[in-house]
């Protein structure tokens, strides 16, 4: 039994919040919402139209929109994948607590760049040399907002899907015992 209301998972573009997040809401019989698709799907573009139209900042402020609009709402028993940058912003990061417990999912930069360097549907990366130094100094620089956002982390490098839901699951109810 988990008490917390929703499980919210951050982490750097290709930890795997996403894929992680719906197998996790199988497991728990939680409903599985990923931020980045209800904000595509809300404003009818994608994301690299709406950074190329609005962009990044009006990203950033649909990001908080989103949130604020799903706090009102005063949901549960949802797991939520956020966007890798969502966490930047501090009511954001404000809005994250009041949901639930949130996730910071690790992962070292190698396999993050393994993971995202040839995907076509994030407007901050693209396979190139250039990409990768300005990739690895935005997941530097971004580590230390992960820190700061989360409740736990869970180091997922090295750890199969099964293992990295068994180490959320006996985080949150470590967490809850002693609470
Ligand atoms: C972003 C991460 C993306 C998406 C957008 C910006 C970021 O989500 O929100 O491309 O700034 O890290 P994923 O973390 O799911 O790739």
Known sequence: MIKHQNIILIG?????????GYELAKKLKFNFVD??????AKAEKSITKIFSEQGEAGFRQLETDYLSELCKQN???QILATGGGMVLNKKN??????????????AKFDLIWQRVKSAKHRPLVSNTEESKF???????????VYAQACDFKVEIDKLSIDEIILGIVESIRYSEKSE
Do not use: H, N, P
Not at 35 to 40: G, R, S, T
């Open 12 to 20: 750097f573009m290709g930890c795997g919040k996403s894929t992680v």
């Open 35 to 40: 931020a980045d698709a209800a904000i595509v």
């Open 75 to 77: 949901i549960t028993g």
């Open 93 to 106: 990061r404000e809005y994250m607590k009041q949901l639930g417990v949130v996730i910071w999912l690790d």
């Open 134 to 144: 300005e990739l690895s100094r935005l997941y530097d620089a971004r580590s230390s």
